[in-house]
């Protein structure tokens, strides 16, 4: 058990990193505080699906893959920034510690990437918007990481340096000098966990609503997430480092997406767009066409530039091609 004390604000909670344990095997509770934000975001995003021109089947295949994967991912980013941890004493990689993900060391970047590039094939192979698909994915993404947040808060992890702001974390730690002692940091942890619960609230109320363009949602949490994390990441006491330099990997990659995202976003926005270029309106443009071609007298057919299959066959195609790869 940890003691977390909040000074500033009077109060103390007492934290423990075990919830319990089954045939003497121990439930973390930051794998149930993961486990919770997931199927919080699954749920969130099988509700809207169909707003995006995606069908729930599709977002329960894809987790199928995406899950295993972005898990891979997120243990790879993190290992390639910290290979001396795994290191034997004659200099040798030490294999087995590499993949026990159970002792620590994720990195949501790597998790970000690998989704990224899973969503890629997925929606490739089943002629879908990724786009579209990315938009939808953008709420799952941030209510995973507000939530997951939280699980940084019951390992005692992922703080900040020394303050004396009235929402200070006082902590029992030996991470800065290699001594038990008592410190009192920035809690970082719930600064990303309410930016994200922000970014949120701002893609459901505002962006959504105006949305012009697929990817638009998609550019928007990157831009957000970016800004956020370049800030908070050079409060945190744990970051990872461009191997021995001084550069801190998630603060630099955080500017570069951010910087990216917003670019591209402010130059479609000042394109023109039409609500029938959106992804959903496409689809329901397709289904009309083809339900239309289905009405056709059987002796007309062969007057019909194609069946219905070929058409959405040709249209779910052009989509694709303007796709990102």
Sequence with gaps: MSSVVFPGLGFQINVRDIAFRVFGWPIHWYGIIIAL????????????ASRYGVEQDDIIDLLIYAVPLCIIGARLYYVIFYLDLYRNVDGGLDFGRMVRIWDGGLAIYGGIIAAILVLLVFCKKRKL???????????????GQLVGRWGNFVNVEAYGGPTDLPWRMGIYDDA????????EVHPTFLYESLWNLLGLLLLIFIVEKRRKFDGQIFLSYMAWYGLGRSWIEGLRTDSLYF?????RVSQVLAI????????????QLCRPHTPEDLWPNRMQAMKAAA???AEVPEEEWAETPGSAEEILEELREEENSDDPT
């Excluded at 800065?176 to 002692?181: E, K, M, P, W």
């Excluded at 570069?256 to 130059?267: D, K, N, Q, R």
């Design 37 to 48: 934000g997931f199927l919080l975001a699954v749920a969130f995003c099988s509700r809207r």
């Design 176 to 183: 800065v000098t290699g001594v038990y002692q008592y410190m």
């Design 256 to 267: 570069v997406i951010f910087v990216v995202a917003t670019a591209v976003l402010i130059f």
């Design 129 to 143: 918007c990724f786009l579209a698909f990315a938009d939808l994915g953008s709420f799952g993404m941030l209510i």
């Design 243 to 247: 191997f021995s330099t001084g550069l």
């Design 291 to 293: 339900a239309s071609e």
